[in-house]
């Protein structure tokens, strides 16, 4: 383990950032982050606010299925639910410090009803259950047309604090990050509650957990409702930031790739679910990239690759869960053990 840290309370151990290098660091990556519209092109911040949108969801699905334990393949769904309750509301005259909000509560609510099978079943059971809920929503959103317009989608009114428009990739970047990190933290936070103990406990053993005084209803209810939260807050955003959304976005690929997101990262840790996000965003990007370059070379190589996207996210789940089970955050945390101990073997 790493040396130099003492720790003489329990308090002190579950701090968010244990040693005053760690809150340099962090303060440091927050003010490149926040710097990055001064700087970057259109191309740079228009990826950079989708890595936001998936790092919000992909923290939701995290405390869903890698703190708590019980699998969804409905948190695709649960962002167009999110991203229809804005619309929705925005249209009616609703302002946008409330839509957004009300986008996460909505589709809690929801996650509560699909989560209530949890009880009952679990694993593969439960699994099927969620896809069942996720064809209910999906079958919604195209033919309910007078609120999601239907198969046409639907448009979204900007979002717009006491007159302050966020319109662009810039100020929709402040927009989304802003909670990123205020949900990231919140997570985190989560985590070292009872509440936080308690879907670890349900996770690892949920008859022992039971026996101890943990409510297995309510402690399953509570991570299917959080994580639609975080899931329906990033459905909002993805509204605000695309200004159009149809229900073709909304498939079942959506929830693979947020549970791939969730492997790949590392179970039951928020670092390993914005490693997670970003790694995934960045892989499919890459391989469009790789297919533009090679063009001019080999004029049939885009599509070859392109569609490729789907077996590469396939091959990472498997790659991950056979060489490396505990995904990108167990390698950073290897790496950061490695200069610590530095000329030290580890």
């Known amino acids: 383990m790493r040396t130099g840290v003492l720790h003489e309370s329990f308090a002190s151990e579950q701090k968010l950032w244990e040693s005053p290098t760690t809150r340099v660091w962090m303060l440091a990556f927050t003010v490149g982050l926040f710097s990055l519209p001064l700087w970057g092109g259109d191309y740079v911040l228009a990826i950079a606010c989708i890595v936001g949108i998936h790092v919000i969801a992909t923290v939701g699905l995290n405390l869903t299925t890698g703190n708590a334990g019980l699998i969804s393949l409905s948190h695709g769904a649960f962002l167009g639910v999110g991203c229809y309750t804005v619309a929705w509301l925005g249209k009616h005259g609703v302002p946008f410090y409330i839509t957004l909000p009300a986008a996460g509560l909505v589709s809690a609510f929801l996650g509560v009803i699909v989560g209530l099978p949890s009880l009952r079943v679990k694993g593969l059971y439960l699994a099927i259950a969620t896809l069942a809920a996720h064809f209910i929503l999906t079958f919604v959103f195209r033919e309910w047309d007078s609120v999601t317009g239907g ?147 080999f004029p049939g190589i885009a599509g070859l690759v392109l569609p490729m996207g789907q077996v590469v996210f ?32 580890t």
């Open 151 to 297: 198969v046409s989608g639907t448009s979204i009114p900007r979002a717009n604090l006491f007159g302050f428009q966020f319109i662009g990739d810039g100020r929709n970047f402040y927009l989304i990050f802003a909670c990123a990190f205020v949900m990231a933290i919140g997570a985190r936070n989560l985590g070292r509650t009872h509440i936080g103990r308690a879907l670890v406990a349900v996770r690892d053993r949920d008859i022992s957990a039971e026996i101890l005084g943990v409510h297995l209803l309510r402690t399953k209810l509570l991570a299917f409702a959080v994580g639609a939260f975080y899931a329906g807050v990033a459905g909002g955003l993805l509204g605000y930031f695309y200004g159009n959304i149809t229900p073709d976005y909304f498939v079942l690929t959506l929830s693979v790739f947020y549970l791939a997101a969730v492997i790949v990262g590392g179970l039951g840790t928020v670092l390993g679910s914005v490693l997670g996000a970003a790694f995934m965003t960045f892989v499919p990007e890459l391989l469009r990239l790789l297919a533009q370059a090679s063009s001019g070379w």
């Open 314 to 345: 396939g091959l990472l789940i498997i790659v991950f869960l056979i060489f490396e089970p505990h995904g990108l955050a167990a390698i950073w945390a290897r790496v950061r053990r490695t200069f610590h101990l530095w000329p030290f073997r």
